[in-house]
């Protein structure tokens, strides 16, 4: 069989390489710390659940949605207002199975074979795949420890941002975890009314920011509406990750687009589903603000202990990731992390997987109690690990 050119364009995942590496250690009794996978280990609030589990009986909620509800719709739209003071309308807003599901389709609403879409390096690896899948030409702008990990569009050349058809943003950042500032923001938008880009903005981590900082969406900065889309994701903020609830929210007429391909693929939301966003978007949000605290928590535990046995960890500020770089002398991250599991049974993901300019650091997730995280920086120091060359 003869397979597409869109499926051979992808390669082998490091991460199934890691998954039978711990398969193998666990069934030989050894004591894993799984610090690659950025799932929270969090519940998902109780009202939450019970929205779900009432409308489940319901057989009429059994039936194709079709479409975002009435309901759905008038929920993003109060939230966005309540929790960013940005004003949505109901056309500036579409359901998606996910930001990687719509990230995913967002190249091929924007882009024909061989565009150019600006991506970050490193980043998250579903937005190398969105321009993958389209056939586009991804072109790195980088994010390096010298600018902070965010975004330096005066590096951008003009000939470069003029090819682009769109940018895409991710603050806070995976796996970096920088987060925005208003100048970048305007930076931003600045360059996207100059060469006539959108940005499409990955905002998944707007609820989980450090040392008193308030998450913003790029929506509720001047101008941005007029250049730039944002995926909204419920996953990281209520612990609903498998339930698969984002949004595409910004200016209407791509996410009109978006929505005509959409309805192609989809029948949409299912509908106790709904009524889970719905409780989620209207209730309270008490749940969200201890959670970060305690992601904060974890932070330190992590970064302190690595620093206090020699291996040099600068403090997140923000998402449910730590970006490290690899100890001294060390080169190969993949080569190192499966050492680290080996000798420690500590897993990370390397820094290869999330682009060019990956390579030299490994990622973190804050996915563990404080105390289970000092547990495995214990482990890395008994391992003997940091003290070779």
């Known amino acids: 069989m003869e397979f597409s050119r869109t499926v051979n364009r992808f390669g082998e995942e490091i991460f199934a390489a890691l998954n039978d590496r711990r398969i193998e250690l666990e069934k030989t009794g050894k004591k894993i710390y799984n610090l690659s996978v950025g799932t929270p280990d969090f519940e998902a609030p109780a009202h939450i659940k019970k929205a779900l589990a009432d409308a489940a009986p319901d057989q009429n909620n059994w039936k194709y949605s079709l479409r975002d509800s009435d309901e759905l719709v008038a929920a993003v739209i109060s939230y966005y207002k309540k929790r960013y003071g940005v004003d949505l309308t109901a056309d500036e807003i579409q359901s998606c199975n996910g930001t990687q599901d719509g990230m995913g389709h967002i190249g091929l609403v924007l882009c024909n074979e061989g565009d150019t879409v600006l991506l970050p390096t490193p980043c998250y690896p579903a937005f190398i795949t969105a321009v993958t899948m389209c056939g586009a030409k991804a072109e790195y702008y980088p994010m390096v ?99 698969r609830i984002s949004f595409l929210v910004g200016r209407s007429d791509v996410v009109g687009a978006f929505r005509k391909l959409h309805r192609q693929t989809d029948f949409g939301m299912f509908l106790p589903v709904q009524k889970a966003a719905i409780a989620a978007l209207t209730g309270p949000l008490d749940s969200v603000k201890a959670q970060c605290k305690t992601y904060q928590e974890r932070r330190d535990a992590l970064c302190g202990g690595l620093r206090s046995i020699g291996w040099d960890a600068v403090d997140s500020h923000g998402s449910m990731f730590v970006w490290v770089p690899l100890p001294e002398g060390r080169k190969d991250s993949s080569k190192f992390c499966l050492e680290l599991m080996d000798k420690s049974g500590v897993i990370c993901t390397p820094g290869i997987s999330f682009g060019p300019l990956g390579e030299g650091y490994v990622r973190f997730a804050l996915n563990m109690p404080a105390e289970r995280i000092r547990e495995a920086v214990a482990a890395i120091d008994a391992s003997g690990i940091l003290k070779e060359a």
């Open 145 to 243: 420890k010298e600018n902070g990990f965010l975004p330096h569009v005066a590096d951008i050349p003009d000939e470069t941002a003029d090819r682009a058809k769109f940018m895409v943003v991710s603050l806070p950042s995976n796996p970096m975890g920088s987060v925005g500032t208003p100048e970048i923001y305007a930076e931003l938008i600045d360059f996207a009314k100059k060469h006539d880009i959108l940005i499409v903005h990955d905002n998944a981590y707007s609820d989980i920011i450090f040392d008193g900082v308030e998450g913003k969406s790029f929506l509720s900065y001047p101008g941005a509406r007029e250049v730039g889309v944002e995926f909204f994701s419920l996953s990281k903020s209520f612990n609903v990750t498998g339930a």
